[in-house]
C-alpha cells in the first residue's frame, strides 16, 4: 500500500509537472540504453582503429627515427591535424569565399554545424554570436511555418481523396436511407465539413518524403564523393536532422565536374531534408506526448482502483470535469442555444466511456495498444473539435491571425491532424 | 503603377503563403550579408594559417626530406589527422566507454553533434539512424514542455509581481473612485484576471537567465579547459544554439581533477543552456513574426491606398472581417448572451483604429517602429483574449489537455505572453 501512495503523490502532482518528469525519465533511461548500446557496438572498433594508428606511427619511427629529431615530427603531426580540421589543406576547397562563408552561414543558422568551417579570428567569434541569434530564430520560425504550410497542404490533398471516396459510397448507396434517417449527401457533407487528416497518415507521408529526398540525396552524393551509398544515407540522417557530425561534409573538394551546379544541388537537398525531417520530429512528438498521457493514465489506474472508485482523473478529462459534465450534460443541452457546448459535452462523455466509463479499466487491468491508439485519436478528436467550435462559435470572426490558430510546431498540428467524432 | 500592380498581385497571395515567402526572402538576404560578412573578417586570417602550415611542413621536409620517404610520411600525416579527428591519441578520454558513449549519445538526442565522436562500423551508423529518430523527437518534445513550464513560471512570477503592484497602488489611491466608476478593487481584480506578461519582459529575463548560464559555464570551462574565458563563451553560444562546430569541445582530455564533478557540471551547463535558448530563440521569433506581418501590412499598404480607399486587409483584421465587424458589432452585443464574441469585437474594432482605422496610415504614409511594436503587442491581446475568451466560454469544460492549450513553441507562448487590452 505504501508503495501505491507513493505513485499516487508522483502522480497527482500537478499534471503537466507529472508528465514533464516522466519525459525526463524516459529520456534518461534512452539515454543510459543507448549508451550501453553505443559503447557494445563501438568499443572494439576504436581499439583496432588506435592499434592501427599507433602501428603507423612506431612504424614510421621506428624506420626513421634514427635520421629526424621526434619533437620537431610531433610538431608538423599537430599541425597537419590542426590543418586538417580547418580545412586548409590543398585538396580542400577554400573555406572562407564567398560561397563557402555562404554554406558556413547556412550551417548555422541551421544549426546543423558541421564544423567543417569555423571562425578562427575574435573579431568572427564575436559576430557569429551576434549573427547567429536573429539568424536561428529566423530558421526555427521558418521551419514552423514550413511545417504549417506543408500540413496543410497535406490535409487539402487528404481531403480531396477523402470526398472522393464519400461521393463514390453515395453513388454505390443509391438511395438508401442510412441508419439515422438523415439523406446521404446530407451525411456526407457534415462528414468532409468536419474532416480532418489523421496523425498516422501524416506521419506515413512524411516518412515516404523524408526517405525518398534522402535516397536522391544519397544516389547524389555517392556518385559525386566517392561514399558508396550507405555512408551518404547516414550523413543524410545526420544532416538533416541538424545534428551535423561534420565526420562527412560534402562540397569538400576542391573541384567537381559540375561545381555551381553540384553545389546548389547540396543546398537545395539540406534546405528539404531539413525541413522535412523537422516536421517529421514533430509528429513524432504529438505521439510521444500521447503516449505518456496514457502512462500517466495508466499508473493512475493502477494506484487509485485500491482506494475508492471515483471518477478518474487524468490528461484527458481531469475529474472535476468529469463531474460536471456527467451531471450538467442535460442540462447544458438545453440552457444553452449554441451547438458548441453541447457537441463537447457529448464528446468527451463518448471519450470517458471508452477508456474509463465501462468502469472495467479502472480496476487496473491492461489498456492494450490498441486501446492507446484509440484514445489517442479520440482525445485528439476532442480537441480539434473544442478549437474548431471556438472558430464557429466566434462567427468565424475575431481570429486575428494564423498566430492565433497554432503555427508553433506542436499545437499547430493539434489544430491541423485530428479527427473528429464525425467518423466514428 | 505596374510595379504598384506586381507588388499587390504578391501581397494577395493568400496571407500564410506571402508571410513565407517573405520570410525565405528576409533568410536568403540575411544568409548573403552573412556571408559577405564572415568572409571579409576570415578571409585572411586563413591564408595566415595556411601559409604558416606550408611553413611548418616544407621546413621539415627541407631538413629531414633526404633521409625519410615523403610517401611514407604523408601516409604518416593522414593516419595522424584521422586518428586526431576522431579523438584516439592517447592524451584524449576513450571515445566508447559507458561515459563517453552517454556523452555521445546526448549529443545525438540534443542535435548539438559536436562530432567528437561518430559512430564508425556500419552497425553503429544504421543503430543510430534508428535510435536518433524517436531520440531526437523526444527531445523536441522535452524543449517543447520545458518552454511551457518555463513561460508558465515567469508569468506566475511576474503576476505576483503585478498584484502587489496594484496593490500598493489601491492603497494609494484610497477611496477615490477612477474615471470609470467602478471601485478600485473591481477594477484591480479585474486587471489581475486578465493580465498577462509581455512577451518583452520574457525576452529580457530570458537574456539574463542565458547570459548568466553561460557566464557560469564560461568560468568552470575556461578554469578547467584552459581555453580563455572568450573562446568559452564562444562555445557555449555553439553548443546552447545546438549548432555544435566541435572546434571546441569539453570533457575530452583523458584526466581530470575532479573527473565525475566535472563531467555532471558540464551535463547539467548543456542542458540548462540548450533548454534556455531554445526557449530565448521561439520567443525572438514570435517578435520576427510580428515583423512579417508588420511589412506585409505595409507593402499592402503601400500599393492598395492608389487603387480605392477599400477596408485593409491584414494579418490581423483580414478585410471580410472587418467590414462585418464594423457593422454587426452592435447587432452581437444584443443577439448574443456570452461575454465573450462582444469582448472580441470590441477588441478588433480598437486595435483596427490604432493601426488604420483612422485612414491616416492607409494613406501610406510610414508606420514607425514603436507602431510596430505597439500594435505587436496589440494583436498579441487581441489573440490572447480570443484564447482566453475559448476556455471561460466552454465553462473551463471540455478544455482536454494542455495539449489543446498549445505545447508547441510558438502557439503556446501566444497562449502565455499576451497582453491584453485590459492594460490599455
Redesign the interface.
Known amino acids: 500500500m505504501a508503495r501505491g501512495n507513493h505513485w499516487c503523490a508522483v502522480i497527482h502532482l500537478k499534471?503537466?509537472?507529472a508528465?514533464?518528469l516522466l519525459?525526463?525519465l524516459?529520456?534518461l533511461i534512452?539515454?543510459?540504453l543507448?549508451?550501453?548500446?553505443?559503447?557494445r557496438?563501438?568499443?572494439e572498433?576504436?581499439q583496432e582503429?588506435?592499434d592501427?594508428?599507433n602501428t603507423?606511427?612506431y612504424g614510421?619511427l621506428k624506420?626513421?627515427g634514427d635520421?629526424?629529431?621526434i619533437t620537431?615530427?610531433d610538431?608538423?603531426?599537430k599541425?597537419?591535424?590542426?590543418?586538417?580540421?580547418?580545412g586548409?589543406l590543398v585538396s580542400k576547397r577554400?573555406?572562407?569565399?564567398?560561397?563557402?562563408?555562404?554554406y558556413?552561414?547556412?550551417?548555422?543558422?541551421s544549426?546543423?554545424?558541421?564544423?567543417m568551417t569555423?571562425?578562427?579570428?575574435?573579431?568572427?567569434?564575436?559576430?557569429?554570436?551576434v549573427?547567429?541569434?536573429?539568424?536561428?530564430?529566423?530558421?526555427?520560425?521558418?521551419f514552423?511555418?514550413?511545417l504549417?504550410?506543408l500540413i496543410?497542404f497535406l490535409a487539402l490533398i487528404m481531403k480531396k481523396f477523402h470526398e472522393r471516396k464519400l461521393r463514390r459510397q453515395r453513388d454505390q448507396n443509391g438511395l438508401k436511407l442510412p441508419n439515422n434517417g438523415r439523406r446521404p449527401s446530407e451525411q456526407s457533407d457534415d462528414d468532409l465539413e468536419n474532416w480532418k487528416p489523421s496523425v498516422y497518415w501524416v506521419l506515413l507521408y512524411l516518412t515516404i518524403g523524408a526517405v525518398t529526398i534522402a535516397s536522391c540525396a544519397s544516389a547524389v552524393y555517392s556518385t559525386v564523393e566517392g561514399w558508396n551509398f550507405?555512408?551518404s544515407?547516414?550523413f543524410c540522417?545526420?544532416a538533416f536532422?541538424?545534428?551535423?557530425?561534420?565526420?562527412l561534409v560534402p562540397s569538400q573538394m576542391s573541384d567537381y565536374d559540375t561545381q555551381f551546379l553540384y553545389r546548389l544541388g547540396n543546398f537545395c537537398f539540406l534546405t528539404a531534408g531539413v525541413c522535412c525531417i523537422y516536421s517529421?520530429?514533430?509528429v513524432?512528438?504529438?505521439v510521444?506526448?500521447q503516449f505518456l498521457?496514457w502512462c500517466l493514465r495508466k499508473l493512475d489506474c493502477k494506484c487509485c482502483h485500491r482506494r475508492k472508485p471515483r471518477p478518474r482523473r487524468n490528461?484527458?478529462?481531469p475529474g472535476h470535469?468529469q463531474r460536471?459534465?456527467h451531471s450538467s450534460q442535460e442540462e447544458k443541452r438545453t440552457e444553452n442555444g449554441t451547438t458548441?457546448?453541447k457537441t463537447?459535452?457529448v464528446?468527451?462523455t463518448e471519450f470517458d466511456s471508452e477508456t474509463d466509463g465501462a468502469g472495467r479499466r479502472m480496476s487496473g487491468e491492461m489498456i492494450s495498444m490498441k486501446d492507446f491508439l484509440q484514445s489517442n485519436k479520440v482525445?485528439l478528436a476532442?480537441?480539434q473539435?473544442?478549437?474548431y467550435e471556438?472558430r464557429r462559435?466566434?462567427?468565424?470572426?475575431?481570429?486575428?491571425?494564423?498566430?492565433?490558430?497554432?503555427?508553433?510546431?506542436?499545437?499547430?498540428?493539434?489544430n491541423k491532424l485530428q479527427e473528429t467524432e464525425g467518423r466514428e
Not at 558556413?104 to 543558422?109: I, L
Not at 462559435?393 to 493539434?414: E, F, T, Y
Open positions: 499534471e503537466d509537472n508528465r514533464f519525459l525526463i524516459f529520456l534512452y539515454m543510459l543507448g549508451a550501453i548500446m553505443f559503447s557496438i563501438e568499443f572498433k576504436e582503429e588506435r592501427e594508428y603507423t606511427y614510421f624506420k626513421h635520421n629526424i629529431n620537431e615530427l610538431e608538423l603531426l599541425a597537419h591535424a590542426l590543418a586538417s580540421s580547418k586548409l577554400p573555406r572562407w569565399d564567398f560561397t563557402g562563408a555562404f558556413f552561414v547556412g550551417t548555422v543558422v544549426t546543423i554545424g558541421f564544423g569555423s571562425p578562427s579570428t575574435i573579431l568572427g567569434k564575436a559576430m557569429l554570436i549573427y547567429g541569434l536573429p539568424g536561428c530564430s529566423a530558421c526555427i520560425l521558418f514552423n511555418i514550413f504549417e504550410r496543410t550507405y555512408d544515407f547516414y540522417f545526420v536532422s541538424t545534428i551535423g557530425f561534420g565526420d517529421f520530429y514533430n513524432i512528438s504529438i510521444i506526448k498521457n490528461a484527458i478529462t470535469l460536471q459534465l458548441a457546448p463537447n459535452a464528446e468527451v482525445s476532442v480537441m473539435k473544442q478549437l471556438t462559435n466566434h462567427g468565424g470572426g475575431a481570429v486575428p491571425s494564423p498566430l492565433g490558430q497554432g503555427v508553433g510546431s506542436l499545437a499547430m498540428l493539434n
